[in-house]
């Protein structure tokens, strides 16, 4: 299978300052990519799809100032969580879907985010 | 709007015996349906999935059992392991939208030794 890589794996921030989280897709291009945002023991809840060279598309409810997405190339996406508080402590994943072929999408492995 | 729903929330199973999952969707134009598995700290990992011109589909000890009419999908670990404790998650898409996933609520199973 296709591997992504999501880094880093885990971080600590302070409260007010923003995090960026990469996901890289290692040997496929992706032109499409997901984030997603899991609470302990929940459901992964898509936060945005983004789509190489073109604005990600937020779902309803996520604030597009505040998650800054940017997917600059066919093998990277970055989420920038903007002046972090402590309840956006979570699990972001993100994962990424083949230019061509078939409809699988591969994770990444998560970061693990904690805003103290 | 959940538009999958997975259950149960929590199973166990003996070493050796079956689990069995349970999903229901809503939405008729998806078309794709992915189960997946998830150990703590890790993201999902794809087991098997299937697409609905077909009944049931198998990969080793995990089988996929569709019911198109019903809207539901099952997904069977034979011989189960304990190994295989860990967070099980359907999924449904359409593949022509996308493939935007909408998971269920997933199943956190244990398989006592």
């Known amino acids: 299978g296709a591997v992504v890589s999501q880094h880093p794996s885990r971080v600590i921030c302070k409260s007010g300052t923003s995090v960026k989280i990469e996901c890289r897709s290692l040997d496929f291009q992706a032109t499409t990519m997901f984030w997603y945002r899991q609470f302990p023991k929940q459901s992964l809840m898509l936060m945005a799809t983004s789509n190489e060279g073109s604005k990600a598309t937020y779902e309803q409810g996520v604030e597009k100032d505040k998650f800054l997405i940017n997917h600059a190339s066919l093998t990277l996406s970055t989420l920038t969580v903007t002046s972090a508080h402590p309840e956006d402590s979570s699990f972001y994943i993100c994962?990424?879907?083949?230019?061509?072929?078939?409809?699988?999408?591969?994770f990444g492995q998560g970061t693990r985010l904690t805003v103290v | 709007q959940q538009q999958v729903k997975q259950s149960p929330q929590s199973l166990i199973v003996q070493k050796g015996g079956i689990s069995i999952i349970n999903c229901a969707y809503e939405n008729t134009a998806f078309d794709y349906f992915p189960w997946y598995q998830q150990f703590p700290g890790k993201g999902p990992a794809l087991l098997i999935a299937i697409r609905p011109d077909v009944s049931e589909k198998k990969e080793g000890r995990f089988t996929i059992s569709f019911n198109k009419s019903a809207k539901q999908f099952s997904l069977h670990i034979m011989d189960s392991q304990p190994g295989d404790s860990a967070t099980y998650f359907c999924?449904?898409?359409?593949?022509?939208?996308?493939?935007?996933?909408?998971f269920g609520e997933g199943t956190q199973l244990t398989v006592n030794p």
């Open positions: 994962s990424a879907k083949r230019a061509q072929g078939n409809t699988e999408a591969f």
């Open positions: 999924a449904a898409s359409i593949e022509t939208s996308g493939s935007r996933l909408t």
